[in-house]
């Protein structure tokens, strides 16, 4: 049996002075069993825990560690940066390294401009788009989060494509009236939200590979209409790839839509570990951006040159070995291809998707094409799923409406293991 006895110890510790004992809601696991171990140390393709329980790790910071825990080439980049000084709050030739090669590889990027999370990305590319086309209403999808900035924290009305009110106390109706939501997958809603806005639409902002109401990979058919009723309407296209950018492919949807947004936003792996986010667009566009034009924007550490180190050497190994995307997916699919049979074999309904080394999966029999799906699914069946397999030593999303992940450190003898893992688990499921 897995010990636990010290995690629990440090999270009643934590819970007396971290409120809910994590700094990030989804940590605490409260959607799954048991108490969140607290981890001590990674290793290429694993966490231990405080208890010294070993598990397979396809959270992976929730996506930055495409290489895994300790990638020799990231950590000696990170440590020759933290000899020259932590931070400057000045210029550093670093950033403009890394800014080159999002410039290179994101088409619609010619210029970016480096924060310090997913939300402070999203929050800056709206206001962004709002400056730019001098309107206030934008268009989110329910079931995709673009992080916790107000004028995003809204939940869909009862019939689809309304107005938007808080998702969250402390959030004042004022800053989401503005906020409107559409239907992930249906074009109509997205329509009627056009209609229903008052002064003209600024932006739809979407993850074209939804990673956070599990894996939901929007229709390309979807894709292509949202982009033709923003050039009919004027209205700024934004995709949010901070999770699938560098984890569907080397440039996230771009390898897997004809489609092209007019700014994206980033983060995650672009960080390679450390705290990074970053937008870009057009030239045009960004030069409505101070210091260059009047919508401002600013951060103490954006483009802190030792998160800037640990981005430049995760994206110039990406760049080494244009097969590891082609790797990456075969291992995610031959796990999810695992996890079907073995639920099959256990009667138990479940469907999995893969986009490049993202991988997530449903204990439902239908196919997910939207939150209202995926609230659907078998949320309480997830819970025991999960618990079983931290037993087993695996390490899983801590929620259904996340997506796992694959690493280069993830060995076929790990893909292995988690596969036999889950036919013990699904059997026990099937008995219980
Ligand atoms: P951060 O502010 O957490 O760095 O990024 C916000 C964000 C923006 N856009 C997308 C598509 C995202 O997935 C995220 C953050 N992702 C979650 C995981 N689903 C972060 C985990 C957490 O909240 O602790």
Same mark, same amino acid.
């Given at each position: 049996?897995?010990?636990?006895? !010290? ?9 007396? *002075?971290?409120?809910?004992? *994590? ?18 140390? /990674? ?41 020259? /000084? ?83 106390? /402390? ?34 902002? *979407? ?51 004809? *489609? ?7 983060? !995650? ?74 639920? #099959? #074999? ?22 997910? !094409? ?63």
């Amino acid at each position: 049996m897995r010990r636990v006895e !010290k995690s629990e110890e440090a999270f009643q510790k934590a819970f007396s *002075v971290i409120s809910g004992g *994590v700094n990030s809601p989804v940590r605490a696991f409260s959607s799954v069993k048991g108490t969140p171990p607290f981890i001590e140390r /990674g290793e290429g393709g694993y966490i231990f825990d405080i208890d010294g329980n070993r598990y397979i790790d396809y959270v992976q910071s929730w996506g930055p560690l495409i290489f895994g825990h300790r990638n020799s080439t990231i950590e000696s980049s990170v440590i020759d940066a933290v000899k020259r /000084g932590l931070s400057f709050g000045a210029p550093t030739l670093v950033e403009t390294q890394l800014a080159e090669l999002i410039v290179d590889i994101f088409e619609p990027i010619e210029k970016v401009r480096f924060v310090s999370s997913g939300t402070e990305a999203t929050m800056s590319a709206i206001r962004l788009a709002r400056g730019y086309t001098h309107r206030d209403d934008f268009i989110k999808f329910e079931g995709c989060y673009h992080g916790h900035s107000d004028s995003l924290l809204v939940k869909g009305g009862s019939g689809m494509a309304t107005f938007g009110s808080p998702s969250s106390p /402390g959030v004042p109706a004022d800053l989401t009236k503005h906020t409107l939501v559409a239907e992930y997958n249906s074009i109509e809603s997205v329509e009627r939200c056009f209609k229903e806005s008052r002064d003209g639409v600024a932006c739809i902002i *979407v993850e074209p590979i939804a990673g956070n109401m599990g894996l939901v990979p929007a229709d390309d058919k979807f894709l292509i209409e949202l982009r033709e009723l923003c050039n009919e309407n004027g209205t700024l296209l934004i995709f949010d790839e901070v999770m699938s950018g560098f984890r569907a492919s080397l440039s996230g949807s771009q390898e897997l839509t004809s *489609v092209r947004a007019d700014i994206i936003t980033l983060g !995650k792996v672009i960080g390679g570990g450390m705290p990074v986010g970053a937008f870009g667009a057009s030239r045009e566009i960004m030069s409505h951006l101070s210091p260059e034009g009047e919508i401002y924007q600013a951060g103490t550490l954006s483009g802190n040159p030792i998160a800037m180190s640990a981005g430049v050497a995760t994206v110039e190994q990406l760049l080494k070995d244009r097969d590891i995307y082609r790797d990456l997916e075969v291992k995610a699919k031959r796990l999810m291809r695992g996890f079907r049979d073995g639920a #099959e #074999e256990a009667g138990i309904d479940m469907v999995t998707d893969v986009r490049g080394s993202m991988f997530g999966f449903f204990f439902s029999k239908d196919r997910v !094409k939207s939150f209202k799906d995926a609230s659907n699914s078998d949320t309480e069946l997830f819970a025991k799923f999960h618990s079983n397999m931290l037993d087993r030593g695996i390490y899983l999303a801590c929620s259904a409406y996340e997506t796992g992940f694959i690493s280069t450190a993830t060995t076929d003898e790990m893909i292995d293991e988690t596969i036999r893992a889950s036919k013990d688990s699904f059997y026990e499921l099937s008995k219980s």
